[in-house]
């Protein structure tokens, strides 16, 4: 809303500067945008919230002023001449919507002489950026302007029948408005038409058949209620916000509708000269019920912390247009609400109005808080531990959009087979489907990177997944799980390694659980290449908690990625349980360690897990650790199909110092159970 | 049988040696004058202390421990007393023949980063902690009733309008979904299922269709405080406030409240912060609207409380200096890596 400060001194005479009341009003309620001269006249461009429709008026913003400096308001009451005959002769008015039009007047004046306005006149319009159309058509404006209420002006002549009819549009009816654009309307709108077609778009746009041109001699001047969802389906859905959109779909003061026409029909008579019928031709039942408000004077503190005294309340609220009930008791008074504050109708309302004029910076800061204990959230905790890892481990955070693309999402979840979610509209342009998966995201980010020249972008993100439930469970629809991905550099061996380390931070594997690795087939991941894993969990069913992979050629052909590029998801919401446990501490062996390596030959397709599984319960509690060296083919020297693994063992006891004998029999245990789960022979 | 070296000549000997080798070593006014002492002291085939050496070989029995212990400390400070004046004059010592050109790159280590909205999400949550105030989460998609309804926003609301949000495609039953406009949602949640006292934050994702420039993005986050007890006041929401400026920009910051509107606070205001000698926009706030402590079944005469809301991108921005807020979605690593 922009308000000409010339303009504001018809209703107010205010003694301080235009920066002392632009202060005021900021700090009272209407946001500064915006300052600037404009001729003799100075413009000032509020903010005004969207419970405050009686301040896209300049009587409205006058009030708060008159408030503000505590100085009288004066409003002007027209009472325009009523020379001609019965309005409601010529011209009729029917509401066949009364839930989009509770309320509708229309005035006659003849014989006017539409033309240039004065000078006065373009000149106040131009200080709020509207542009002089003709002497009635400015009239409108600058009564919507002054009083908030939006008018319409027509051409008579041109309704036909004389038939003003307030209907729901039909759907696919068209319409052409004063843009000379033509729109096709729906019925969740709603036009004024006259004996035969429609027009005007109700609270929205009057229609190009029946504007004010030169020619005209006989003007029907429209005041309204309209409701705001069908004046907001217009608006919003063709695109077609007007200034009358904007205040209808706030709610215009009704006491107003009246005034604004009397009003209009005064200066259009002043100004363009004919004769205004007698009377208004009006349909329907004036909306206007302002609220009656009991108010507790010690409320007051209760809510800001801060006396105002029972006095100084009433003033507030009476110079706002409160009208104090008579008969009040003193601890409890009663006020009726001004017709233009239809936001106020309960008492923490009438509190917010006494904090706003008294000011807040009457409230202290310096109220004590006790302290309270505070717990970090299994979430935060693990989904704070996950990221440490990956940052100590040199990768950067990401952030990428929840929303993707179809083709985008169309890339297999690890989490779920069900269709991607859709929204409308779109995040952004093409990208409507909720990700199953943050991998596709990431891989662009890659790419993003590889394409500014950066080749080494390893990224990770930590957000959510949306799946699709299939049954409508309790839970609702849709599952969000998790998830923390990341896209590396290199083969799958440095994916793996980073995902053991989340998991390892994470605490996920020991006591009752442990984690299985099983080959996996997912597209983007490369076939053969990749892997899920499985948390086996006592009491409960196993279940995938990460895929990990190296992600496939076509993948980084399509993205220009040069590989190896290697690949992770893992579901943190499946491991916040592993951040309440307590993992007894283990205390470090005083004795020496003995170092022990062995070289198992095994049928190539002995995955190590199996050797590595047979070693641990082989050795025992006596295994401190056991690394894999080496891993090495060799048709010559170990037989076609065969393979041997190196394998570095680190015994150690916690009883005592491991004789050269234990340690043999340990490792003879070792070697017979690798011969039995998986037929591996000792070599040299 | 000759007869013993007295163990008593042997200690003055040794004493001797230490006492010329500190002399000689300590008056050494160049490397060759160093080396020269070093063989006169150390020298492997006549230096002296190779003589007085194999006196110890004739020590009686009974005084070789004594002896032996005296002649290695000798030794070492010999030793030492080289390597001091060795290093004061430069010489071409050990370590001084091996020294490497620091200038070269060390091994290098490759440092991650956290997002610098993670970081800036971090710093409040660690702030509010310090009040009091537990980080909670909650979901992104959400239903008319904890995105609107409990947030007393009416039908009517432009707020509502499918065009100012993402709705789904799926329903639960006759209820729409969307993505929530709010992190106001996890409020409402959290409040259905706890009772008072409450403080918690609240932190996400939230979704808004704004055509994405400089300053908008159609997905951003919110941190949104929660305080419900009984006997709250707008002074405690000031001065919660007024301890978060302070912990987070520092020094004493002050804090400005204007008058503002939100449906689900009553009284609302804008939340200024004196930043760089302005006041700077940090957020909305107000006392929880009596409608929606209703709406989650407290009773607004026995309790109240005041809500607050930060947009992180905006913080973040001006933080680190980042004029478009686009730049925190592009995961350019070349920024990423710059926090």
Known sequence: MIISTNWLADYVQLPGTVDDLVERLLMSGLNHEATWAVGGDTAVEIEVTSNRPDCLGHIGVAREAAVLYGRPLHVPDPRPLEAGGEAARSVTVVIEAGDVCPFYTARVIRGVRVGPSPAWLVDRLATVGIASVNNVVDVTNYVMLESGQPLHAFDLAKIRGGRIVVRRAVEGEPFTAINHKTYTLSERMAVIADGERPVALAGVMGGADTEIGPETTDVLLESAQFAPLPVRAAARGLALASASSYRFERGPDPAMVDWASRRAAAMILELAGGTLDRGAVAAGVLACAPATIPLVASRVSDVLGVEVPASRQADILTQLGFVEEPGSPDRIRRYRAPSWRRDCWREIDLVEEIARIEGYDRVPEDAVIAARPVELSAREVTLRRAGEVLVGAGLCEAMTRSVVTEASAATPSPWGEADPLVIAPALVRGADRLRRSLLPSLLEARAGNVAAGIDDADLFEIARGYLARRETSAAGPVEEPLLASFVVGGEFARAKGLVDAVLGGLGVAGGTSRLEWRPLDLSPLARGRAAEVRLVRSGHAPARIAVVGEVAAAELGRLGLRGPVSAAELRLDALEFAAALERPLVKPSDFPAVDRDINVVVDASVPWGDVEAAIHAAAGELLDTCRLVQVWEDAERLGAGRKSFVVALTLRSAAGTLSGEEAGRVVDAVVAECGRRVGATLRG | ?339
């Open chain 2, 1 to 339: 049988m000759t007869a013993a070296v007295p163990l008593d000549a042997f200690l003055a000997d040794l004493e001797r040696l230490r006492a010329d080798a500190e002399r000689t070593l300590a008056g050494a006014a160049d490397a060759a004058a160093v080396e020269a002492a070093r063989v006169e002291f150390l020298g492997a085939r006549s230096g002296r202390l190779k003589a007085i050496q194999k006196a110890l070989g004739g020590l009686a029995v009974a005084d070789k421990p004594a002896g032996g212990r005296h002649f290695n400390d000798v030794k070492t400070a010999i030793g030492a007393l080289l390597a001091t004046a060795q290093e004061r004059l430069g010489a071409p010592g050990h370590d001084v023949l091996s020294a490497i050109d620091v200038t070269l790159p060390g091994t290098p280590v490759l440092r991650g980063h956290l997002h610098p909205i993670t970081r800036t999400i971090r710093r409040v949550q660690e702030i509010m902690g310090r009040l009091g105030f537990e980080s909670v989460d909650g979901p992104e998609v959400e239903d008319q009733w904890h995105n609107f309804e409990a947030l007393a926003i009416s039908p009517e609301h432009p707020a509502r309008d499918p065009l100012d949000n993402f709705y789904l495609a799926v329903a639960r039953g006759a209820d729409p979904l969307l993505l929530r406009s709010q992190t106001s949602t996890v409020q409402i949640r959290v409040m259905e299922n706890r009772e008072p006292p409450l403080r918690i934050v609240s932190l996400g994702r939230v979704y808004r269709p704004d055509t994405a420039d400089a300053t908008h993005y159609p997905m951003f986050h919110q941190v949104e405080g929660l305080l419900v007890e009984p006997g709250t006041t707008m002074a405690h929401l000031k001065s919660v406030l007024r301890l978060f400026a302070s912990s987070f920009l520092g020094g004493d910051v002050r804090v400005r409240f204007r008058p503002s509107f939100f449906p689900f606070t009553e009284p609302s205001v804008e939340v200024d912060m004196e930043w760089g000698g302005r006041w700077v926009e940090m957020g909305g706030a107000g006392m929880v609207d009596p409608a929606v402590l209703e709406a989650v079944g407290y009773d607004p005469d026995v309790v109240s409380g005041f809500a607050f809301g930060l947009g992180v991108e905006r913080i973040a921005a001006r933080r680190h200096g980042v004029d478009d807020i686009r730049d925190f979605y592009r995961n350019d690593v070349r920024f990423l890596r710059q926090f």
